[in-house]
């Protein structure tokens, strides 16, 4: 069972940045595809970015696309999400999730994610 934990969530001004931790516990980190989610209020979860260590694959959406990095450190079994350049539209909930076994077309799939964390807020406003 896999257990993962979030920090670094906060407020901060439109064009601020934050970076969000993920600890993952539980199982061989370099075997999951971790990745984040942001649900806002009143608003349906969506892909923000996704990393996959084994068979390789980096995504991100299109609204977050050239200013959020999703990076992962194995010895620690941490994956992180640096933000840049923070818009007022950013402001949610952000979860980390981790699968195993996805393949590349799932890998925007919140449904194929097996663990999630509790989520940590941000909240961009001036």
């Known amino acids: 069972q896999v257990q993962l934990v979030e920090s670094g969530g906060g407020l901060v001004q439109p064009g601020g940045s934050l970076r969000l931790s993920c600890e993952a516990s539980g199982g061989t980190f370099t075997r999951l595809a971790m990745a984040w989610f942001r649900q806002a209020p009143g608003e349906e979860r969506e892909f923000v970015a996704t990393n996959r260590w084994l068979g390789g694959g980096t995504y991100y959406a299109d609204s977050v696309k050239g200013r959020f990095t999703i990076s992962r450190d194995n010895a620690k079994s941490v994956v992180y999400l640096q933000m840049n350049s923070l818009k007022a539209e950013d402001t949610a909930v952000y979860y980390c999730?981790?699968?195993?076994?996805?393949?590349?077309?799932?890998?925007?799939?919140?449904?194929?994610?097996?663990?999630w964390g509790q989520g940590t807020q941000v909240t961009v406003s001036s």
């Open positions: 999730a981790a699968g195993t076994g996805l393949i590349t077309s799932s890998l925007r799939d919140a449904a194929r994610y097996n663990y």
